[in-house]
């Protein structure tokens, strides 16, 4: 037997150099090693621990323990008081803005009496011989200062500023509000601590010298009407509002309750369901705002009720094919117990280690494609992976299973490194049963290569292994990926599950594998198998390249 790397390359220093750390092989054996293999990718799966934090988790996963989180707060709630909190904001600056409109709606037709009687004052204004007078009866004068409520003032001035009639020490308006003669104006003054509204204008005085000279007319009252009819009007404004407030309150929670009524149907629904009804839930009559929601809900009963379908699978898969061996264990024991020659004992024991080593490789491999199916959406296990050091390092925990049957095992690979995003574990899973179907099939004297192919223009990358066994045949290809299947009059002692779980990895890997014949150039009628499978190249660069 020649254990073998057979490379389409030719070595470099720094290859030749890492070859070195290779474990020797064994005495007596040839190599067709013309590459060293560089350092072991074992290093790389003792780094890779998806589990090693126990604190990892989504954003919205569990709590962390060490984490305080207030909880959370209901639905309801939230609207509610986002619906709620503007009203009452809104309502003291409505009262606000009601007494400023109530204020103008009040001077309206006040300004526009005081705005009358200030003509009225005007008119009676008269120049005589260099004199202003003011011809207005007193019972006149009385009758302008007649209010129930408000005190009512009027002043004349002459051109001069000299004292008509009227009341002296009302204010007097800015030069700069001087109106054209005629047009009456207002402003708000103050008189023995009261707020008054005062309207003015100024006459005309053609007989004056100097031509030009006006009178000031002003007529003023105080502000007790016009609160007065504020404060009514605010009263009649406000006063609903402390009905329609409370009412539009209850309104807005009968309404949310309404609203929010189908998340409620729907959590009655969930509750009623029993444990084991994954069924989907009834989406056409969910309102848009939670159809989503509803949509996510049976996606995820999807994927749980799969998951339980390939838990059930894998307990009835693994009490049935444990069922055979450990009844056969059981068997071998009690004979052993009644065996009384040494050399009987021996044989029994033997045939014992034989069976329980065969439980113990079924047992792993079920462990494995349960591993495998399980891992399938698990993102966070995708990692950068060198596809050569991951299948070198594979090959040689195959050698000495190889030596021991005396055959060839050889590697070739291309020039460069090859990467692709995967997840380690499940990848070495997929190389070991590849090698281990292959030296389990082919007889002794035989040939195994593990072979990476990839193109520089090609966005994949082939792995081979091929054998020069008996071959599987067309009509068999099929069916040697299902659970369990063993080719018909095969004398090996596998437990049909080495493909199966390749299928598995590589379909978590979304690649492709393939059963092809492989036909040895050196002996065309020895006619084997070849194993191809394809995976997709990562889509960024690889920044370990030994990972």
Known sequence: MRLSFRHHHRATPAESDASSRLPPAPEGLSSRRDTGSPARADDAFERFDPYADPFVRPGFGAPLEHEAEPPPRSLFGEILDWMLAPLLLLWPMSIAVTYLVAKSIANGPFDRALETNTYVLAQQVHSDRGQVTLTLPMPARDLLRADATDNVYFQVLGA????????????????????????????????????????????????????????????????????????????????????????????????????????????EHIRARRPDDLSPLEARQAPPEIAPLVGSLNDLLGRLEQNMKLQQRFIADAAHQLKTPLAGLRMQAELALRQTSPDELRRSLSQIAVSSEQAARLVNQLLALARAENSANDAAAFTPVNLSVLARGAMQDWFQAAFAKRIDLGFEEPPFAVHLSGQPVMLRELLNNLIDNAIRYTPAGGKVTVRLR?????????????????????????????????????????????????????????????????????????????????????????ENPHA
Not at 261 to 267: I, K, V
Not at 536 to 542: D, G, M, N, Q, V
């Open 160 to 267: 001069k500023g000299e004292l008509v009639g009227g009341t002296a020490d009302l204010p007097l308006p800015h030069e700069d509000d001087r109106p054209q003669p005629g047009v009456v104006q207002f402003r708000d003054e103050t008189v023995g601590g009261n707020d008054i509204r005062v309207a003015f204008t100024y006459v005309d005085l053609p007989h004056m010298t100097p031509a030009g000279s006006m009178a000031l007319v002003q007529v003023a009252e105080t502000l007790d009407k016009r609160s007065q009819l504020a404060n009514e009007i605010i009263k009649g404004v406000i006063l609903p509002q402390f009905v329609i407030l409370p009412l539009a309150i209850v309104l807005v929670w009968f309404g949310l309750s309404r609203g929010l009524a189908p998340l409620h149907a729907l959590q």
């Open 454 to 542: 990839h193109e520089a223009s090609d966005d994949f990358v082939h792995l081979e292994v091929e054998d020069t066994g008996p071959g599987i045949p067309a009509s068999e290809r099929a069916r040697v990926f299902e659970r369990f299947y063993r080719i018909l009059g095969s004398d090996s002692d596998g437990s049909g599950l080495g493909m199966a779980i390749v299928r598995e990895i590589v379909q978590i890997h979304r690649g492709d594998v393939s059963v092809l014949d492989h036909v040895d150039a050196q002996h065309p009628e020895a006619t084997g198998t070849l194993i191809r499978v394809t995976f997709p190249l990562a889509e960024e660069p690889i």
